[in-house]
DNA sequence: TATGAATGAGAATTCATTCAT
DNA sequence: GATGAATGAATTCTCATTCAT
């Protein structure tokens, strides 16, 4: 039976997954240590590990909590809506996600990156079971002749790969644009709505 | 005054280069030992130090010889070329690299993730250069009505995001796919070619 | 002043000492941890410490309350018994004990093995008084001709050696005869009747 | 391919072997550490793990290298020779092993009074068949009345007890003896000659 | 009494790097 | 050039014990 959480338990668990993902998605599994951690998150390294029981325990608990919300938004592209319309707003959903929770997003990325060795199971399982349902939702509206005929898992791809950039590879992205704060994520938006409007408008 | 290498040199250092890739590219700066170098390499550890003075040497030399290459075919986008052409070839010379040269693109993914330490002046540099450069041709593209509006620095994004994610979501992609081999690499090729056809024409 | 116990102290204490022999006796002192002992017995680990001050304070009483109720065997040696009989009587009382008890056998030659640091002064002084007194008794029955000559200290070791030889080294003993149950424990009483039998018969 | 140890190698795994039977019989191996072995050596801590690879992996070395020394004096059990003499002349030499390397019977009662985790195979397999094969000369003995009839596996049992009983409860025995030398060993040798030549006489 | 929370002092092991030959 | 040997500085994790309630 789990028990329900107390208060100090709660704020604790919290303190350490919000370092922990700081962390992480800075450093990677094997670059980060125990020591940041709990030194971000206020804690003796101990008493960390009175929380969780390692240091991979908390990196499974961070990509776990991590999956799900991660896909809320591919979940939520409606079947009944308008096919262009409803791409793009999955395309400006995930830009947010990028601009609004970049460190979720390299965390991921370091994971894949280095060949998925924690979550490889989960990315052929659930991940693909809602891709493939997706994309065949698409397929249909492509049937219709309601957008261009693009392979439909590329196209989803092609999503996750130029709004991830966003957060994954903000250094480069801030660096050639010569900028430093959020200003830019509107001309990405921008961009992005264009650049789907007119590929997929058939 | 620098000594022409010797046959001898010449080969080690060519293969502890290609080792480090390899390790490198797969478990980060940090996850990757000089062991494991050295064991891929064929060298004992002390005589991979005789050659680089330590492991951040290595991967110095590794992040250096990659930023040229990586950069050649976004320099040979011609200005005097057919625009819809150049920025197409250019996708699809990049798609050939990540198909190639997946671990070069992982290891530059690494370092851009943590937040480019090591090479975080020379995006300010050289390479806001280049992509400013290639941005006002393309720009003058626009003005010219040969392709359609859309933000030059975030075009070339584009292409580096879908292009790259096939290098450095590789696992992602081929779990979704479901496939093994490089044959996804054609079905990738036709779909950005039918992609920026579409959004860039006028 | 000692309060008396009360029913849950009396409970708990129990408890734990019947959790630290079973711990103690199988890890050693340094093997044994706190967490299974308090596992074992219930409770929680502060209130192990409640009631007894420290690990070594278990130890210690559990070895402490272990010597008197090892020693009640050859109390009961009577010198105004039967000579062989009364031997063949503490043997049999003995092997008794290493079959009903083992983990308090394994406790106390754990303590031996490592040099007794806890009961090293016990050894010297009550065991070796008793010893002494009961080897004098030996010594008696020998001088009047009614066993066979033997060091008598040396045939107290012997006793020892033989029963508690079933307790210690139980697995070798099992593995050796390819048994699993209490049946071999008939098998020592028969050969160790027998053995002492023909020895000490004048 | 094994490679041949150098002159360095062979000095320094001979020291930790060294120092790790004095520590491991003395403490057991949860209650050692490397610390222990490592100024007992002579050594580095770093420079111990050089050699093996972990502290178990000196512990299983040693246990492996004892078990088959340990057994020596039963192979020469004698099927044709007197005996009698055979089984004293065992017993003797089990006694000798014990004054001149009780830290190797410790190690090894230490390991099978916690349940032997590391050899548990071992002895169901070689040292069970030895033993059943020099259980079967005994008995041969015994239907050829030529000793007296005892169970020949518990006869076994008893020497290995009786003789180990002088390494394994050294402690002990000195503290009710009261004494330190080695002397009580000739008195030990006298009385196990005794004792064995009245119980096996027919 | 009882327990959730916390920690200092280890303990094993890893690893980049240096030394000696 | 090459390598066996060695190590200091981490790094993860354990554990007896204490604190606060």
């Known amino acids: 039976m789990t028990q329900p959480l107390t208060r ?4 604790n668990t919290t303190a350490i997954l919000e370092a922990a993902l700081e962390v992480f998605s800075q450093h990677g599994f094997r670059g980060a ?25 908390i990196h499974e608990t961070l990509l776990n909590g991590l999956m799900d919300t991660w896909l809320d938004p591919l979940r939520t592209l409606n079947p009944q809506g308008n096919p262009v319309d409803e791409i793009k707003g999955y395309v400006q959903r995930k830009l947010e996600m990028s601009r609004d929770y970049p460190r ?7 994971e ?3 060949g998925a060795p924690r979550i490889h199971d989960g990315l052929g399982g659930p991940l693909k079971t809602l891709v493939d349902e ?8 492509i049937d219709a002749g309601k957008i261009a ?20 590879f903000d250094v480069q992205v ?6 430093s704060g959020d200003a830019h994520f509107a001309q990405a938006a921008e961009f992005l709505d264009a650049f789907y ?6």
Chains 1, 2, 3, 4 share one sequence.
Not at 197 to 202: D, E, V
């Open 112 to 114: 894949i990156l280095q």
């Open 33 to 57: 240590t125990l020591d940041q951690i709990a030194k971000a998150a206020g804690l003796s390294k101990p008493n960390l590990l009175y929380y969780f029981s390692s240091k991979e325990a």
């Open 104 to 110: 979720q997003s390299r965390l991921f990325a370091n």
């Open 149 to 168: 005929p693009l392979d439909p898992h590329h196209l989803i791809f092609s999503i996750w790969a130029m709004t991830q950039h966003y957060a994954d």
């Open 134 to 141: 997706k994309a065949t939702v698409i397929q249909g509206w």
């Open 174 to 179: 801030r660096q050639v644009l010569g900028v």
């Open 197 to 202: 409007t007119k590929s997929l408008t058939p």
């Open 8 to 11: 100090i338990q709660q704020k």
